[in-house]
């Protein structure tokens, strides 16, 4: 999995929110743009493609900020996220999937810091919502140590 901290050049942190509705339960969530690496794909391409299909932006990426695992116990399934800082360049049209568009309700979130921490911290009341925050609460701290040391 590629997974992106996405920021614009005013201080704005960018998100999806999904809307789901499965065997995870019900539940709205905020978690970071990214998903899988495509066959022949490298990781900074997959974030790229990832990030223009989900928020319709193209980035530049500024570095990587680690690697968190993960596993769903109820779909048996472990993920390696690999966690990329970008600072944003344009915005375009997204390019969603028929299921990030139906069954997700995929959109966008335009958040600051502060809103951000909030965002992840009212979703916790779910064991996904949870365990979203736990993988990326930590990313989106060490992020803004990132924009911090570059002011």
Do not use: W
């Amino acid at each position: 999995m590629a997974r992106a901290i996405v920021v614009d050049e005013e201080g704005y942190f960018y998100f999806v929110r999904a809307e789901r509705d499965d065997d995870f339960g019900r539940a709205t969530l905020i978690e970071t743009s990214g998903g899988g690496v495509e066959a022949g794909e490298d990781l900074v391409s997959a974030i790229k493609r990832e990030l223009k299909e989900e928020l319709g932006a193209e980035v530049e990426v500024v570095c990587r900020i680690g690697v968190v695992s993960d596993y769903y116990n109820l779909i048996h399934r472990h993920n390696l996220n690999n966690y990329f800082f970008c600072k944003v360049i344009s915005f375009g049209d997204r390019n969603l999937t028929r299921d990030e568009i139906e069954d997700f309700h995929l959109s966008t979130l335009k958040l600051t810091y502060e809103e951000a921490v909030a965002e992840y911290q009212k979703r916790c009341e779910t064991k996904l919502g949870r365990l979203i925050a736990n993988r990326e609460l930590p990313i989106l701290k060490r992020s803004k140590e990132i924009i911090d040391i570059d002011r």
